[in-house]
T-cell receptor, first 116, second 112 residues
Framework: DAGITQSPRHKVTETGTPVTLRCHQT?????MYWYRQDPGHGLRLIHY???????DKGEVSDGYSVSRSKTEDFLLTLESATSSQTSVYFC???????????????FGPGTRLTVL | GNSVTQMEGPVTLSEEAFLTINCTYT??????LFWYVQYPGEGLQLLLK?????DKGSNKGFEATYRKETTSFHLEKGSVQVSDSAVYFC???????????FGAGTRLFVKA
């Protein structure tokens, strides 16, 4: 199994509080991603990173920010949590394969976040 | 833009029944296609993949063939087991890209 951990695994917080989720990898993969999973929506990309300090927005980035100061860590921050951000958050990693478009992703175990 | 459409669930089958989960896609060029599986309480894991037209991906008795003419990548298994109960996601990565687009997922229940 790919070495990907997420912390915390579960969190309950109140509306308006800041929340930071951490993703840590031991695979030295270049690309890292944050997704949220909601019923009926599959996985939606929040932000992604293509290297240290190189990040970009995904399709549902409003209300979220990210940082990647080291290859192995990718942080997702909710500056002021809202109830609509209650979800399960997954981190994923991938690596280049000789320029091929084949990009298998490896997923962490997820963080269940509840915003009251 | 790229997109993936898969059949809505849930799909409920008896053990040893034949499984088909339909997946169609929209993409320019030659994307790579994937099926991921998610067991309860876990993250997604790759089930199988195909990187060019007419390729057949297979794993654990599951198969899917990359059909460019019909832009499809349907998942099949000849005889499902209770342990196959999970959510299945069809996905694609565009030509030269690294971002993956996921379908909404299809939940499969297999009864003993």
């Amino acid at each position: 199994d790919a070495g990907i951990t997420q912390s915390p695994r579960h969190k309950v917080t109140e509306t308006g509080t800041p929340v930071t989720l951490r993703c840590h990898q031991t695979e030295n993969h270049r690309y890292m991603y944050w997704y949220r999973q909601d019923p009926g929506h599959g996985l939606r990309l929040i932000h992604y990173s293509y290297g240290v300090k190189d990040t970009d927005k995904g399709e549902v980035s409003d209300g979220y920010s990210v940082s990647r100061s080291k290859t192995e860590d990718f942080l997702l921050t909710l500056e002021s949590a809202t109830s609509s951000q209650t979800s399960v958050y997954f981190c994923a990693i991938s690596e280049e394969r000789g320029g091929s478009s084949f990009q298998e992703q490896f997923f962490g175990p997820g963080t269940r976040l509840t915003v009251l | 833009g790229n997109s993936v459409t898969q059949m809505e669930g849930p799909v409920t089958l008896s053990e040893e029944a034949f499984l088909t989960i339909n997946c169609t896609y929209t993409a320019t060029g030659y994307p790579s296609l994937f099926w991921y599986v998610q067991y309860p309480g876990e993250g997604l894991q790759l089930l199988l993949k195909a990187t060019k037209a007419d390729d057949k991906g297979s794993n654990k008795g599951f198969e899917a063939t990359y059909r460019k003419e019909t832009t499809s990548f349907h998942l099949e298994k000849g005889s499902v087991q209770v342990s196959d109960s999970a959510v299945y996601f069809c996905a694609l990565t565009g030509t030269g890209g690294f971002k993956t687009i996921f379908g909404a997922g299809t939940r499969l229940f297999v009864k003993a």
